[in-house]
Nanobody
Framework: QLQLVESGGGLVQPGGSLRLSCVAS????????IGWFRQAPGKEREGVSC????????DYADSVKGRFTISRDNAKNTVYLQMNSLKPEDTAAYYC???????????????WGQGTQVTVSS
């Protein structure tokens, strides 16, 4: 079974930090691109960041540049999203997905995790 599982979400105050993890099983992420996406109630799903598992190339949405960092650990078949300086507008369900290109368009991704909730509130 091909599976992606996110973890690390939770409740954090504005200005705080969280680190999300995405662990793959059933396939090797080395040959894929991994994206992080988020969706808030009533809003479209949007790309946050993505990474090439082969060469480490990354991309970020303008809204998170300088605050979020995506990274990979190929030995653990895992991708992380370090989120710093969190804002209330970052509140959303966060999903990781595996695709075939370094893109922030959800359409380009084939396999999705179940999501993990991030809530930024005082």
């Amino acid at each position: 079974q091909l599976q992606l599982v996110e973890s690390g979400g939770g409740l954090v105050q504005p200005g705080g930090s969280l680190r999300l993890s995405c662990v793959a099983s059933g396939f090797t992420l080395r040959y894929w691109y991994i994206g992080w996406f988020r969706q808030a109630p009533g809003k479209e799903r949007e790309g946050v960041s993505c990474i090439s598992m082969s060469d480490g190339s990354t991309d970020y949405a303008d809204s998170v540049k300088g605050r979020f960092t995506i990274s990979r650990d190929n030995a653990k078949n895992t991708v992380y999203l370090q989120m710093n300086s969190l804002k209330p507008e970052d509140t959303a369900a966060y999903y990781c997905a595996a695709g075939t290109a370094l893109e922030l368009d959800p359409w380009d991704y084939d396999h999705w995790g179940q999501g993990t909730q991030v809530t930024v509130s005082s």
